[in-house]
C-alpha cells in the first residue's frame, strides 16, 4: 500500500473492518481506474422527468467518483455515504453537506455499474437537471456506456499509481428495521444474498437471490434487471411529486390483480436481481479516496430498501459491531410460525452465477425454530462449514466469483409483515 494510501484511510479504518489490497483489475496492473472517458447518457430522470444528458470523465486517482450539475460546477458532490440523503424517497439522494441545495437524485444504477466494473474514479458532469437518466429502469445501458470507453489507469497529481483498496469485514455487522434487515459476514470474497417478500402481490410474491459478484456476473444478470413498480401504488406516487418519468418503457409495472403489465420479464426473478442491482449501487458509497466501496463480505439483506442500505452504511462506519450472544439472543425469541429457511444453491454449470427463485436449485422448508436459531448461530459465529450449509471444501479460493458450487443456508429473521414499501 502507498503510504499516501494509508494515510488517507487511516480515519476510517473500524474494527468491523480493515482496508485490504486488491487484485489489479486491469491487464497493466493499475491499482485504480477510471473511465476512458466522453461515455455520455441522455435520458429522462425517473422523479423529476426532465431530459437530462450525463457525460463520463477520467479524472485524477485519489478523487474518487463525484458529480457537477451545470450551473453549480464548484459544487462537487463526492459520491459517499456522508452525503447520502437519509430519507430519500425510492431512490438515492446526494447532496453536498447539511442544509446545502446541490443535490444529484437516483444516482444508484449508474454507481452501481461504475462499481461492479471498477471505475473508481469518475467525473460525472450532469446537465439539463440534476437527475441522473433513468435510461430503461436498468444498469445495463451504463454497462455499455462504461465498456465502450474503457479503463484506463488513473495517477494522482504526482503522476503515482494508487494501490486500490478495498473493505474488509472482520466482525458480524447487522442492522434490522422491523422485519427487514442486512446482514454482513466475513467471507474471502464478495457474495450477496437478498430476498423480497410482496404478500399482496402474488406475481412477486417471495423471491431469494445468491451470487459473487464479479464483472461478468454483473454484465450478465444483474445489470440487465430493470427497476419495477405496483400498479396500484403509481397514482399515489405521482401525487407525491414522485416518478414524472416513469413508463412502460422504463420499469416493470405489476398489478396486484392482473400481474406484469409489459412482459416480458428479463428473468423470472427480475425485481429481486433489480435489487441487487440498487445495493450495489448504494453499497458503492462507502468508498473512499477512489478505493471499492463494496465490502468483502457475505452481504445478506431481507426486505431491504435504499434508506436501509444506506443507514448500514452509516452503522458499519460508525464503529459498531454485532455482539454475537445479542443476535443470537434475538433469534431465540422468534415464533416457530415465523421460521422460514430457504436453501440457495449456487448452480454454477454455466459458468458461475446467481440463483433464485425461478431456480430448480432453489428450494423452501418450513422447518422449526431451532434449526434457524443453530443456523443463525453458526452465522453470526463465523462458521461456513456444513452447519451453515457451506462445505469449506466448496468456498473458492481466488477470485471474485470463481470456484465450485456453493449451497448456503439463510433464515427471515422477523415476521412477515405488509410493509412492501420498505422494500423500495
Known sequence: MSSTAARALTSVSRAAFSWKPTNPPLPDGAPAANAGGGGEQVGRGLHLGACVTATLFPTQAGEGRYFLVEGEEEARVAAEVRNAEPRSQLCTTLRRGEGAHTRVRTVEHLLSAMEALGVDNCRIELSGGDEIPLLDGSAQEWVEAIQSVGLCAAEDANGQKLDKLAPEIHEPVYLRRDDCFIAAFPCSQIHITYGIDFPKVPTIGC?????????????????????????????????????????????????????????????????????????????????????????????????????????????????????????????????????????ITLNTADGRGCSGSGNQSLQRSQVL?????????????????????????????????????????????????NHEHEQR
Not at 431451532?370 to 462449514?385: E, K, Q
Open 207 to 343: 423471491q431469494w437471490v445468491s451470487t459473487y459478484l464479479d464483472d461478468n456476473i454483473y454484465s450478465s444478470k444483474i445489470a440487465p434487471a430493470r427497476t419495477f413498480c405496483i400498479f396500484e401504488e403509481v397514482e399515489e406516487m405521482r401525487a407525491a411529486g414522485l416518478i414524472k418519468g416513469g413508463s412502460l418503457e422504463n420499469a416493470m409495472v405489476c398489478s396486484i390483480s392482473g400481474g406484469w403489465l409489459n412482459p416480458p420479464l428479463r428473468f423470472e426473478d427480475e425485481p429481486c436481481r433489480h435489487k441487487i442491482l440498487d445495493l450495489i449501487g448504494d453499497f458503492s458509497l462507502f468508498a473512499q479516496n477512489g478505493n471499492q466501496g463494496f465490502p468483502i463480505a457475505h452481504i445478506i439483506a431481507y426486505k431491504a430498501g435504499h434508506a436501509l442500505h444506506n443507514d448500514f452504511l452509516s452503522h458499519l462506519s460508525g464503529k459498531i459491531t454485532v455482539d454475537k450472544e445479542q443476535l443470537a439472543g434475538q433469534c431465540s425469541n422468534m415464533q416457530p410460525a415465523a421460521v422460514s429457511v430457504l436453501l
Open 369 to 417: 425454530s431451532s434449526s434457524c436459531r443453530a443456523a443463525t448461530r453458526a452465522a453470526v459465529s463465523g462458521t461456513h462449514g456444513e452447519r451453515f450449509g457451506v462445505p469449506s471444501s466448496c468456498h473458492p479460493t481466488s477470485g471474485r466469483g470463481s470456484g465450485s458450487p456453493v449451497a448456503t443456508s439463510w433464515s427471515p429473521l422477523f415476521p412477515v409483515d
